[in-house]
């Protein structure tokens, strides 16, 4: 469906309902929350890493690798279960669910504990943009859905200033408190933090159930009945990309399929292993422990490049699947040039967003001599407003620019990508402290307004009963590509160079030439891809009675 067509259709103008900026609203908090509990580790970091004995990879590791695959695997069926089941009562037990395992970090006695605890927050927040980009497109005409996406996405860079300033306050006065830990449960400052920001999400999760469930897809004109049996999609995804069951899955599809996916199951598996082996890495704790459930030894891969495998394989599986089941909705993402070069060329943006959000206050506590608490005050708010403001003027400037050309808001992706690479050299270099402040304000705002606009170029991208799998296919990329590997990059360089953040966050800029060229070709697709939505998911065979259902 092209956006276009339904101004033409007389519904650019139609107004927008008090409800829909109420709902708004909640989602917010939800994704302030959200972020809350994700970016909190970043000024937990340093004590993490002298409590627990653990390195800068680690770290990169665990607020990367270890939440990223998580969460990038179980949004795909829980994406499908976005756009077949209530929304609100998924966002509702997803909230629920990582709230609870934010507040058990805080009583992690070891890497092990907090890694699984980790997975446990992905797994969890995994449900909450695919559910609320669904929502929000059936709440907002298409003409302020890149507004909304932007306002939604705002949260994302409030909680992640809120939750340094937070964090910092927390373990400044516990520590000061309890030096030794407090008397009962002995739990240090940065566990108590983990516990503080965990707890209110479960009120948090009593308000969202209070919300009413938009008709899907009405706001275009193009309503949609419910799907008597919700959870027979999700339960088929889940099967798609949890190994073994994916080997299942694959042979039902065929001997041809079957030996393509042990294939590329072992060819991960291998790359993983040489990739360890080049990095000089010694074995990860996960394939140990398989080793030991299997009686034997397995050739060392460490825990980052095994996930990572894994996650790589079984997103093939998935979409693999989806080719068989659904090849309507597989033309229009993984199929269509012009959403892949989006999606991809964001997670560069993502990539390099990431480690520099992640590691500045790392950094900052390393190399210049202040506080926590005011570490956080300062690189916290200043970071909010830098990203807030970036979202929602990147959000307004896709839009005006969309009204123009179809190719607007590509434009906005493609200045998030380049301008902030010369504020963060010089932001990362400099031994001033007010001015490492400033520059993480722009840097922030301007790596910041590239959201919005992506977000909402891959929505217009695919038909509306496609938009939650379309939000978790677009999340594959800002998590398998930019925070998978964006943190963990920054972490290990910083690792190899005894400690040395400026090197580390620095490396991660190598990726902009990747996503320039990625930008440049979806310049050139996506005007043509707008036009013809409809026109090619009836080509792939969607029916042409229900082609807009």
């Known amino acids: 469906m092209e956006e276009a067509k339904i101004d033409e259709q007389g519904q650019a103008e139609q107004p927008v309902p008090a409800y829909s900026w109420y709902a708004l609203s909640v989602l917010v908090l939800v994704y302030v929350l959200n972020f809350i509990d994700r970016q909190i580790l970043s000024i937990l970091a340093n004590d993490i890493k ?14 990367g690798t270890a939440f990223a695959i998580f969460y990038a695997l179980f949004g795909i069926p829980l994406g499908r279960l976005a756009d ?80 340094l300033a937070i964090g910092g306050v927390i373990v400044d006065r516990w520590n000061a408190a309890f030096p030794d830990g407090d008397p009962v449960l002995g739990l240090a400052g940065w566990q108590a933090a983990f516990i503080a920001v965990g707890l209110p999400g479960l009120l948090l999760a009593i308000w969202v159930f209070t919300l009413r469930e938009p008709v899907r897809g009405a706001i275009d004109g193009l309503p949609s009945k419910e799907d008597p049996q919700p959870f027979r999609g999700f339960m088929r995804e889940l099967y798609t990309v949890i190994p073994p069951f994916t080997f299942l899955g694959a042979a039902a599809r065929g001997a041809r399929a079957f030996a393509i996916n042990i294939a590329i199951f072992f060819a991960t598996l291998v ?166 402040l400033v520059l993480n304000v722009v840097v922030g705002a301007l790596a910041a307004s590239a959201l919005g606009a992506a977000a909402a170029s891959s929505q217009a991208l695919v038909l509306p009963r496609m938009r939650g799998t379309a939000t978790a296919t677009f999340f594959l990329a800002t998590t398998l590509v930019g925070l998978a590997l964006g943190p963990y990059t920054a ?59």
């Open 50 to 63: 002298a409590d627990l004995g653990v390195d800068d990879a680690y770290l990169g590791f665990l607020y």
């Open 84 to 163: 077949s089941w209530k929304r609100v009562r998924l966002m509702t037990l997803g909230l629920t669910l990582w709230s609870a395992m934010t507040a058990v970090s805080g009583f992690a006695r070891d890497a092990a504990t907090l890694t699984v605890a980790r997975i446990g927050v992905g797994v969890g927040e995994a449900t909450a943009s695919p559910s609320a980009y669904s929502l929000i497109s059936d709440w907002f005409p298409a003409r302020l859905r890149a507004t909304a996406l932007a306002i939604y996405s705002s949260g994302l860079y409030i909680g992640g200033g809120v939750s």
């Open 271 to 436: 790359l993983a292993h040489l990739i360890t082996r080049a990095l000089d890495s010694g074995e990860g704790l996960i394939v140990a422990g398989l080793g030991g459930l299997l009686g034997a030894e397995l050739p060392p891969i460490t825990d980052q490049w095994f996930l990572l495998a894994i996650g790589y394989y079984a997103v093939f599986c998935w979409a693999s699947a989806l080719r068989v089941r659904d090849y309507p909705t597989f033309a229009l993402t993984w199929g269509s040039p012009a959403f892949l070069c989006t999606i991809l060329g964001y997670g560069t943006v993502a990539f390099m967003a990431y480690s520099a959000s992640y590691w500045g206050a790392p950094y900052a506590e390393r190399v210049f001599d202040v506080s926590k608490a005011e570490l956080g005050f300062w690189l916290g708010g200043g970071g909010a407003v830098g990203g807030f403001l970036g979202v929602i003027l990147g959000g307004r400037m896709a839009d005006a620019l969309f009204a123009r050309t179809q190719s607007g808001r590509i434009w906005v992706v493609l200045f998030g990508l380049l301008s902030p690479i010369p504020f963060a050299i010089v932001q990362y270099t400099t031994g001033s402290f007010p001015l490492f």
């Open 491 to 549: 972490g290990y360089v910083s690792a190899e160079n005894d400690g040395d953040l400026s090197a580390g966050v620095l490396a991660t800029l190598w990726i902009a030439p990747v996503g320039l060229a990625l930008l440049l070709a979806a310049l050139r697709l996506v005007p043509k891809a707008n036009a013809t939505v409809l026109e090619r998911a009836v080509a792939a065979g969607e029916p042409v009675a229900t082609g807009n259902s």
